[in-house]
């Protein structure tokens, strides 16, 4: 069992001064980031195409027990019939994501929060997702964001291919708590920033003990401080995992 626990990206101007020492260079983020925190969630990855350079420079910068989740492209998941997203599901795997080694981490496929689940559609989806790249098993993350997907069919589906579901925690969007693959990917977005540590202490320990919950059996965990409280994100990630 491993939980792990950061944010969402490592380049944000508030978190200067805040998180990141005055006068750090902005080319050395990551490296404080990495060392600072145990993941990162990617979402540059979901608007364009970073190239094999880009991930290989991310893991050379980075210690040897941290780990990237990728925020998989739009174009796969932004589209009336996700039946048809084998092609850019193909071509992402194909623009260096093997260049992270150990260090690459779950895949997640996040969904407009318009998207309704259609049954036929999503399991053909589903079934599009590669269990491997090169030798190298792969772990996939859905993030639906609307109220049909609180189906038995849906998490049944998950279940029997080894996918997660997100477990989110926004004012937004729905929250499912379902354990359909041997880790959970909970994103974490009600932070405030004019608590010190994005939540309070007792919304911390809850955090945590809900963290040690979801690592029963062997699970591992993935536990990310995004959105809400943005500028405390990093600080939130810090006392969770002191509290871990």
Same mark, same amino acid.
């Given at each position: ?19 990141y ?11 404080? #980031? ?68 150990? !260090? ?27 269990? !491997? ?19 038995p069919?849906?998490?049944?589906? #998950? ?14 969007y ?62 939130? #990630? ?7």
């Amino acid at each position: 069992m491993t939980i792990r626990a950061g944010v969402g990206g490592w380049t944000f101007e508030p978190w200067r001064g805040v998180f990141y020492p005055k006068g750090l260079p902005h080319s050395r983020e990551l490296e404080f #980031a990495s060392r600072a925190l145990t993941t990162i969630e990617v979402n540059g990855t979901f608007y364009g195409s970073m190239s094999p350079a880009t991930y290989a420079k991310w893991h050379a910068e980075t210690p040897d027990n941290f780990v990237f989740s990728l925020k998989a492209p739009r174009f796969a998941v932004n589209r009336r019939e996700l039946a048809g997203a084998g092609e850019s599901i193909e071509r992402f795997f194909t623009t260096g994501v093997d260049e992270l080694g150990d !260090k690459l981490g779950p895949i997640l496929w996040q969904f407009a929060a318009t998207k309704r689940f259609e049954a036929e559609d999503f399991a053909a989806f589903v079934k599009l997702l590669p269990a !491997k790249l090169g030798s190298r098993r792969l772990r996939h993350v859905l993030e639906p964001r609307h109220e049909s997907f609180r189906d038995p069919a849906f998490f049944a589906m #998950a279940r029997d291919a080894g996918v997660a579901v997100v477990f989110a925690d926004a004012h937004a969007y729905p929250m499912f708590d379902e354990a359909t693959a041997d880790f959970t990917y909970a994103r974490l977005q009600n932070g405030e920033d004019d608590e010190p540590l994005g939540y309070p202490d007792a919304a911390l320990d809850g955090w945590a003990e809900q963290a040690r919950h979801w690592g029963e059996g062997g699970r591992d965990a993935f536990v990310y401080f995004i959105h809400g409280g943005k500028v405390r994100a990093p600080a939130a #990630a810090k006392a969770l995992l002191e509290r871990l």
